[in-house]
Nanobody, 131 residues
Framework: QVQLAESGGGSVQSGGSLRLSCAVT????????MAWFRQAPGQEREGVAG???????DYAESVKGRFTISHDNAKITLYLLMNSLEPEDTGMYYC?????????????????????????WGQGTQVTVSS
């Protein structure tokens, strides 16, 4: 059974940084797509950043230049380094994963940042940014 567990959330002031981690267990395929999503109260879940097992990445426009997604293939662990945090970044952050059976050589944003792409989800970790 595939399980994802996020950690690293917390409360910071505007301009601060946080690093989120997502540990994946029970996943045996060597190719995958993984991503971070976030959801603020009363808003829809939105894709923040995605990565495939080759290291190709996509980012939402609102976080480009501030957030960095990375992964540890050996441990199948996903990370999200968030710098220059803003109050608008507040929300519950979720990691997600799915087997990557594609043959394409690119990672389009419409795929990587779409919640319907993913089969496995974590429980979320709260990020609160105060002004």
């Amino acid at each position: 059974q595939v399980q994802l567990a996020e950690s690293g959330g917390g409360s910071v002031q505007s301009g601060g940084s946080l690093r989120l981690s997502c540990a994946v267990t029970g996943y045996t395929d060597s190719r995958y797509l993984m991503a971070w999503f976030r959801q603020a109260p009363g808003q829809e879940r939105e894709g923040v950043a995605g990565i495939d097992s080759y290291g190709r990445t996509d980012y939402a426009e609102s976080v480009k230049g501030r957030f960095t997604i990375s992964h540890d293939n050996a441990k199948i662990t996903l990370y999200l380094l968030m710098n220059s945090l803003e109050p608008e970044d507040t929300g519950m952050y979720y990691c997600a994963a799915v087997n990557d059976a594609r043959s394409e050589s690119s990672l389009p944003p419409w795929l990587a940042l779409n919640q319907h792409t993913y089969s496995y989800w974590g429980q979320g970790t709260q990020v609160t940014v105060s002004s």
